[in-house]
C-alpha cells in the first residue's frame, strides 16, 4: 500500500522589537538572568499589560507578505494553563480573532511551485526559559514577554522538501522585513511538525505526530522524511501509529518519542479583560506596509531586471538579508553589479564558509571594498593583484590604495609609459612577429608575457595586449 503524508506546520517567530509585547521591559540577549523583567513580566499584583505598537505593525507586515486577510481589530484572549515558565497561570495571544488570516505562499517542488495555504498568524507573548539540572529546574525570565507571532499552514505540505522550502521562505520574510533574525539555531524561529500518513487517494487523517522544536531547515527536511519512513513501516507492519510528541536527534538521524498524547487540551480561553479591542486604522495598517523593507522576491527581480545579474546570482545574494544589504551598499557605492556579485558570491563567500561565520561579521566594511573594486575597474591593480590586496584588507584597517603603494602593487596603465617597453620587446623578437602573423597565437602570448615580465607584472594585462596588438599591426 501507498501512503501519502499530511504534513502541517506551526512556526514561531520571536521578533527583535526594543521591548516586550505587554510590558515595557527591554528585549536583550545574553544578558544575566533576569535582569531584564519588570513587574508584570513576573505576574506581581495590580500591573496591566500595554500592547506593543511596532509588534503590531510586524505582524501586519508579516500578514501582507503572506497575502493574508488583516483584522482591522486587534483582539487578545488569554490561554489559561500552569505552568512553571509562566507565571500569570495564563498566556496573553490570540485565539478567536487572529490579525492575519486566510494566506499563501508558494514552494518549490520537482515539478514546479505548489500553493500552501497558512490558515492564520497570531500575535502573543512568550514564556520563560528553562534549564534543566538533574535535581532542578532554573528559570530566566528575560525571555517572559517577548512578542511572538505564530503562523500555521495547513495540512498541505506532502515531504521533507516542501517543508523545509516553506520554512526557508518564512525565514526570508521574517528576516527581510526587519521583524526578525529568523536564527533557528538560537531560538529567534521555532518549527513545529505535525504529520500523519494516509492511503493514496483517501480523505481521512491519519493519526498525527508532532515533531517539537527542529533547530534547522535542514533538520525539517530530514525529520519530516524521517517520520514518513517511521510511520510507514509501523503501517505496514499492521501496527497503528501512537499519537505522540517527538524530537528529532540530529546524533542519531532520527525522530525520538517524548510523550503520548491524548486528548486535546481545553485551555479554557477567554477574552483578555485588561486589553480592550483596538481599531487599526486603514491609514496605520497602510503605513505599515508602505515602509515595510524590500522583500527577497522583489529584489531578486530587482537585481534580474534592473541590474543585469544571472538568476543564479541573485538567488545566492537573496539567501542572505546581510549578503543582499552588502550588496545594494556596494551597488551605492558606484561599483557595477555584476564586479560586487562575482566578489560576494566568490572569494567572500570562500572566506564565510571557511571561517564559519555570517556575513555580519565578515571584516572588510562595504566602504573599503568598494574601494578595491573600483581600483580593478580603473585599471589600478588587476584580478590577480586585488586578490592580495584583499588577503591584507581581511587583517587590517587601512584603504586598499595605502596597501597596494605599500605593496609597490600599482599596474601600469598609462600608454607613454607601456609603449616604449613594448616596442623595444619587439625590436628584439622579430622571429615572434613573424610567427604572430602566420597564425601562432603563443607567440603573441610569448610578447605579452615578456612585457608583464619587464614590467615586473605591474602592467595592465588588457592594455599590454592592446598596445602589442597595435604596435605589431604597425609593422
Known amino acids: 500500500m501507498n501512503f501519502e503524508a499530511v504534513i502541517g506546520l506551526e512556526i514561531h517567530v520571536e521578533m527583535k522589537t526594543k521591548s516586550k509585547m505587554f510590558s515595557p521591559a527591554p528585549v536583550t540577549y545574553g544578558k544575566a538572568p533576569n535582569s531584564a523583567t519588570l513587574p508584570i513580566d513576573l505576574a506581581h499584583p495590580g500591573t496591566m499589560p500595554t500592547v506593543n505598537r511596532q509588534a503590531v ?12 486577510d488583516i483584522d482591522s481589530e486587534l483582539w487578545f484572549d488569554r490561554k489559561n494553563y500552569f505552568y512553571s515558565d509562566l507565571p500569570k497561570g495564563f498566556q496573553i495571544t490570540q485565539n478567536d480573532r487572529p490579525i492575519g488570516k486566510n494566506g499563501y505562499l508558494f514552494v518549490e517542488t520537482p515539478l514546479g511551485k505548489r500553493r500552501i495555504n497558512i490558515t492564520r498568524l497570531h500575535l502573543e507573548e512568550d514564556t520563560a526559559m528553562q534549564h534543566h539540572l538533574y535535581d532542578c529546574t532554573l528559570l530566566d525570565y528575560n525571555r517572559a514577554g517577548i512578542p511572538l507571532v505564530e503562523i500555521v499552514s495547513e495540512p498541505e505540505i506532502r515531504t521533507g522538501l ?3 522550502d516553506y520554512v526557508d521562505r518564512i525565514r526570508s520574510i521574517v528576516t527581510f522585513t526587519g521583524v526578525s533574525n529568523g536564527k533557528m539555531e538560537e531560538g529567534s524561529l521555532r518549527c513545529d511538525v505535525n504529520i500523519s500518513l494516509r492511503p493514496i487517494g483517501s480523505q481521512k487523517f491519519g493519526t498525527k505526530v508532532e515533531i517539537k522544536n527542529i533547530n534547522s531547515i535542514s533538520n525539517v527536511a530530514r525529520a519530516v522524511d524521517y517520520e514518513i519512513m517511521r510511520q510507514s513501516e509501523v503501517l505496514l507492519s499492521g501496527n497503528p501509529i501512537v499519537q505522540e510528541t517527538r524530537r528529532y536527534d540530529d546524533a542519531l538521524k532520527e525522530t525520538v518519542a517524548m510523550r503520548l498524547k491524548t486528548d486535546a487540551v481545553d485551555y479554557k480561553y477567554f477574552i483578555e479583560p485588561n486589553l480592550i479591542p483596538i ?4 491609514q496605520f495598517i497602510n503605513d505599515a506596509i508602505a515602509t515595510c523593507p524590500e522583500l527577497a522576491d522583489s529584489k531578486y527581480r530587482r537585481y534580474v531586471e534592473k541590474l543585469g545579474l544571472s538568476e543564479y546570482d541573485a538567488s545566492i545574494l537573496i ?15 558606484k561599483v557595477s553589479a555584476k564586479m560586487a556579485a562575482n566578489w560576494l558570491n566568490g572569494e567572500i563567500s570562500a572566506y564565510l564558509n571557511k571561517h564559519q561565520i555570517d556575513m555580519e561579521l ?7 571594498m568598494a574601494e578595491l573594486l573600483r581600483l580593478i575597474d580603473d585599471g589600478t591593480i588587476s584580478n590577480k593583484q586585488a586578490r592580495d590586496v584583499f588577503a591584507a584588507l581581511l587583517n587590517t584597517k587601512e584603504r586598499p590604495l595605502v596597501l597596494i603603494e605599500k605593496m609597490g602593487m600599482q599596474q601600469l596603465s598609462d600608454r607613454d609609459t607601456l609603449l616604449p617597453i613594448i616596442n623595444a620587446i619587439l625590436d628584439e623578437n622579430s622571429q615572434s612577429i613573424a610567427d604572430y602573423k602566420q597564425g601562432k597565437d603563443r607567440a603573441f602570448g610569448y610578447i605579452v608575457g615578456q612585457v608583464m615580465r619587464k614590467t615586473g607584472g605591474k602592467a595592465n594585462p588588457s592594455l599590454a595586449s592592446q598596445l602589442v596588438k597595435e604596435e605589431i599591426s604597425k609593422r
Open 319 to 333: 539567501s542572505s538579508l546581510p549578503m543582499c544589504q552588502y550588496f545594494d551598499a556596494l551597488i551605492s557605492l
Open 279 to 282: 481599531t487599526l486604522s486603514e
Open 162 to 164: 516542501e517543508a523545509a
Open 362 to 368: 565578515f571584516p572588510i566594511d562595504s566602504d573599503r
Open 57 to 68: 505593525i510586524n505582524a501586519i507586515r508579516v500578514s501582507h507578505a503572506l497575502n493574508m
